[in-house]
C-alpha cells in the first residue's frame, strides 16, 4: 500500500461536496424520444452547423425552467434559512477535464441561458469543452483555490458559494450533467441547485406510436430535485414539459424565444 495526500486538483470537488450536505435530493427519470431534435440536428448539418444533445437539453432546459420559478431558486439553508426567486435562468454546465495533469470535474455557468439561441449555446459549449482551463480566465477560482490551505480553500469556497446573490455566478439556477459519451444508461447526479439533468447515451430503442412499434433515438432523462424546495409534482412537471419541448423541437428561427423573462440578475428573498 501506498498512501499519498489527497490531490490539490480535486480540492474543489470536495469542498462542494462538503457544501451540499443539507442536500435532499429526490430522483426521477424519462425516456425522450428524440426523433424531432435528431432530424433538427441533421437538418443544421446541412447548414455547417453541429449542435450536440448537451446543447438542446440547455436550451429546452432553460426556457422551461424560466416558466417555473418555484424551480429556478436557491435557498440558504442555515439558521435563518432563505430563498432566492431568480429573474434569470443560468445553467451550470459540467465537464470532463484535465487540469495540471489529473482529469477532474469541472463546471462552467452560462448566464441568460433562457435568451440565448440554439447557436450561442452551442458556441459557450464548445468554448468551455475545448478550452484550456489550465489557462481560461473563467478557471482562475479553481487556481486559486487549489493552492491555497485545506482549511483556508474550504472557507474561500464557502465565502464564494453560499450568499444567495453569488450563487447564480458560481452555481447557476439549474446543472445540467453529462455521461451520454459512454455507454450509461441511467445518471442521477447531485448538483448544488433546486434541479439537476442527468443525460446518459442516445440509443436506438423501440416505441410505440399510434399503436404501432417503431425504432427511435432515445434519451435517458434524469431529473434530482432538492425536496427542501420544491414537492414531486413541481419536479414532475419540468420534467415532462422538458420531454415534451424536446419530443416537439422546432426552432425556425434559430434564435431566443419570448418568454417574458427580463434577462436581469436579480434576487428577489
Given at each position: 500500500m501506498?498512501?499519498?495526500?489527497f490531490p490539490?486538483?480535486?480540492?474543489h470537488?470536495?469542498y462542494?461536496l462538503?457544501e ?9 427519470g424519462?425516456e425522450?424520444d428524440?426523433t424531432?431534435?435528431r432530424?433538427?440536428?441533421?437538418d ?5 452547423d453541429r449542435?450536440s444533445?448537451v ?7 432553460a426556457?422551461v425552467?424560466?416558466a417555473?420559478?418555484?424551480a ?5 439553508d ?11 435562468v443560468a ?5 470532463d477535464?484535465?487540469?495540471?495533469g489529473r482529469?477532474v ?6 448566464p441568460?441561458?433562457h435568451l440565448?439561441s440554439?447557436?450561442?449555446?452551442a458556441?459557450?459549449?464548445a468554448?468551455?469543452r475545448?478550452g ?20 483556508l480553500?474550504?472557507l474561500?469556497?464557502r ?7 453569488r450563487?447564480i455566478?458560481?452555481n447557476?439556477t439549474?446543472s445540467v ?9 441511467s445518471?442521477?447526479?447531485v448538483?448544488g441547485t433546486?434541479?439537476t439533468?442527468?443525460l ?7 416505441v ?6 417503431a ?9 434530482t ?9 413541481e419536479a414532475?412537471?419540468?420534467l415532462?414539459?422538458?420531454k415534451?419541448?424536446l419530443?416537439?423541437?422546432?426552432d ?9 423573462v427580463a ?5 428577489r428573498p
Amino acid at each position: 500500500m501506498r498512501a499519498q495526500p489527497f490531490p490539490r486538483e480535486r480540492r474543489h470537488t470536495a469542498y462542494f461536496l462538503r457544501e451540499i450536505r443539507a442536500y435532499a435530493p429526490v430522483f426521477l427519470g424519462a425516456e425522450i424520444d428524440m426523433t424531432a431534435v435528431r432530424r433538427h440536428q441533421q437538418d443544421a448539418r446541412a447548414r455547417g452547423d453541429r449542435f450536440s444533445t448537451v446543447t438542446y437539453v440547455l436550451y429546452a432546459a432553460a426556457r422551461v425552467l424560466a416558466a417555473h420559478p418555484a424551480a429556478n431558486a436557491a435557498l440558504r439553508d442555515r439558521l435563518r434559512p432563505r430563498v432566492a426567486h431568480y429573474d434569470t435562468v443560468a445553467a451550470k454546465l459540467t465537464l470532463d477535464k484535465t487540469m495540471g495533469g489529473r482529469r477532474v470535474v469541472l463546471s462552467a455557468v452560462l448566464p441568460d441561458v433562457h435568451l440565448r439561441s440554439l447557436r450561442d449555446i452551442a458556441e459557450e459549449t464548445a468554448r468551455f469543452r475545448d478550452g484550456d482551463p489550465d489557462t481560461m480566465p473563467e478557471f482562475a477560482g479553481v487556481r486559486a483555490l487549489h493552492r491555497l490551505p485545506g482549511p483556508l480553500g474550504q472557507l474561500a469556497y464557502r465565502l464564494g458559494t453560499r450568499p444567495l446573490r453569488r450563487r447564480i455566478t458560481t452555481n447557476g439556477t439549474f446543472s445540467v450533467t453529462s455521461l451520454g459519451h459512454r455507454p450509461v444508461t441511467s445518471f442521477h447526479s447531485v448538483g448544488g441547485t433546486t434541479v439537476t439533468l442527468g443525460l446518459g447515451a442516445v440509443t436506438d430503442r423501440p416505441v410505440v406510436r399510434d399503436g404501432a412499434v417503431a425504432v427511435a433515438p432515445v434519451l435517458p432523462l434524469s431529473l434530482t430535485f432538492d425536496h427542501r424546495m420544491i414537492d414531486g409534482a413541481e419536479a414532475a412537471d419540468v420534467l415532462g414539459d422538458i420531454k415534451q419541448a424536446l419530443e416537439s423541437f422546432d426552432d425556425d428561427s434559430g434564435g431566443p424565444a419570448d418568454h417574458g423573462v427580463a434577462a436581469q440578475h436579480t434576487v428577489r428573498p
